[in-house]
């Protein structure tokens, strides 16, 4: 009788290969499964998903997978991966909320410092896609005080800052010290309903101040989108977050040294022509937003802040496939007058335009700052100040369009004649002047006008004087005095934009030198 092997034969013991396949695929799952679907059930995509429909076709890279894998903390949280976007290379930092809800731990600063250092020394954007419960109070001995700690995040973003684009999309809570991600990149996106952003959660205010306030009042995507100015683009998903990071960054060069994307060129979709949307009246409205639709290339206009300030219109859009910045009055909010928040929103964009080399118009029509004690005691001075400092250490090329009215420090701000901008260019309706009739007759006659007691009369009088400085207002006199480089039909404003800015953008844009401007804040 021959020897029989056992019948309960004991598998052989896997290899490393094996053994790296399934920590692998194991890590790739990212949370539990209960964790995982909790996601899903919130309405929320899981990060791997996000940074599929991010990225062309499949990844090229990611580092630090396994990463706390021993510790079933795979990736401690976050996937920092590199891909292509529109076939340009992208840094991904992305939060994982089903491995203890996105928190940062001891390796987590280590993997985005990481990512940072690389996309900075290989001029790549870097899209944050942020969705974390915070820092992790158990590792703050590890991971705070010292030099290599979460702040060089932060002070990672500070360097990094103009150098490659940063864009952050918000898919659920940002709170304490990772809040400032999202406030010191270029552009935020938030995600309706989900997004939040706070330095102290609502336990906390009620705790230390008292104050009773819902998580959505105290730091939520549209509170943020329309009172704060931390968000730049509240969207309504996840995937509409992911497209407008694709949309946003094709604007955009991948680093300061290059020149933005160039795409094929479109006709304007504007229903009616530039000569039909501006009305000859300065008392009558006209939405902007209008005008632009029949300027730039057929759906091509991304706004910035759209909902922040809306009494200035800023965002990018293509002119001939080119992109271009566009800051504009809005007549039909406020009257298109400049505020403390419409100062500090164009500041900010004329800055990420100039970082990023993508040439600036301003389309003016404007009665000046807004006036009164509650503006003033809010800092209209220094917000304003700010905004004509941007404007004028702006080395992008600038063209200044007249529309309408552009009276007082307002046609400053807006990038007027002294501001140094590469051409002044007039509609046969523009009106400059230092003020307008209504305030010149005041400051003028404004002893004769109350001598007159007549109710009648008085109105009579200011009415003929106001008529009178009105017909003084005149482009052509300007024009006459060389103080335009062009009055353009308006139907033709186009064509002269897109020939001068293909000129513009060939000159030097050296900065003066110095260590730093100081900056008005």
Not at 154 to 183: E, H, K, M
Request: glycine letters at 8%.
């Amino acid at each position: 009788m021959t020897d029989t092997l056992d019948e309960k034969t004991t598998a052989a013991p896997a290899g490393p290969h094996e053994e790296l396949e399934t920590r692998l695929a194991k890590a790739r799952l990212g949370g539990s499964e209960k964790q995982r679907q909790k996601q899903i059930d919130a309405g929320k995509m899981l990060v791997r998903d996000r940074l599929e429909l991010l990225f062309d076709n499949s990844w090229s890279f990611e580092d630090g997978l396994l990463a706390r894998y021993d510790e079933g903390l795979p990736g401690d949280a976050v996937v920092t991966a590199v891909g292509k976007v529109d076939g340009r290379d992208v840094v991904v930092i992305a939060n994982d909320y089903t491995v203890k809800a996105g928190t940062w731990g001891k390796r987590t600063f280590e993997k985005i410092v990481r990512a940072q250092e690389l996309a900075d020394s290989t001029g790549t954007p870097i899209v944050y896609l942020f969705d974390s419960a915070g820092a992790r109070i158990d590792e703050q001995f590890e991971s705070f005080v010292g030099r290599r700690a979460w702040g060089n995040i932060f002070y990672n973003q500070v360097q990094i800052s103009g150098r490659v684009p940063q864009v952050c999309a918000l898919f659920g809570p940002s709170p304490a010290g990772s809040a400032y991600v999202p406030a010191l990149c270029d552009l935020t996106i938030m995600v309706r309903g989900h997004a939040t952003a706070y330095l102290g959660s609502p336990r906390l205010a009620q705790m230390v101040t008292g104050e009773d306030v819902t998580l959505e009042e105290m730091g939520g995507a549209e509170m943020h989108s329309t009172v704060s100015g931390l968000s730049d683009v509240l969207v309504e998903d996840d995937a509409e977050a992911i497209a407008a990071v694709r949309v946003w960054l094709s604007f955009l060069p991948s680093n300061w040294q290059q020149e933005p994307p160039i795409t094929a060129p479109a006709d304007p979709s504007g229903a009616r022509t530039i000569k039909e949307i501006v009305p000859e009246v300065e008392s009558e409205i006209f939405d902007i937003h209008e005008l632009i639709d029949s300027l730039v290339d057929d759906a091509s206009f991304f706004p910035y802040k759209d909902l922040f300030a809306p009494e200035l219109v800023t965002g990018f859009a293509r002119l001939n496939g080119q992109s271009v910045g566009i800051v504009a009055n809005q007549p039909t909010v406020k009257g298109g007058v400049i505020f403390p928040d419409s100062s500090d929103k164009a500041a900010r964009f004329i800055w990420i335009c100039n970082a990023y080399n993508i040439p600036i118009l301003f389309l003016v029509d404007i009665a000046g700052y807004m006036i009164g004690s509650e503006v003033e005691r809010q800092g209209i001075i220094r917000h304003g100040a700010k905004m004509i400092f941007a404007v004028s250490e702006a080395r992008v090329p600038r063209i200044t369009v007249l529309l309408r009215k552009a009276y007082g420090g307002g046609y400053l701000a807006m990038s007027g004649a002294p501001m140094q901008p590469d051409a002044l260019i007039a509609l046969p309706t523009a009106k400059p002047a230092l003020m307008g009739p209504d305030a010149a007759v005041n400051g003028i006659h404004y002893n004769r006008i109350q001598a007159i007691e007549d109710p009648e009369e008085r109105a009579a009088f200011i009415a003929e004087k106001q008529a009178e400085y009105a017909a003084g207002i005149d482009v052509f006199k300007i024009a006459n005095e060389n103080a335009v480089e062009a009055v353009v039909p308006a139907n033709e404003l186009r064509n002269e934009l897109t020939q001068r800015l293909a000129l513009y953008r060939k000159r030097d844009r050296t900065a003066p030198a110095r260590r730093n401007g100081v900056t008005p804040v």
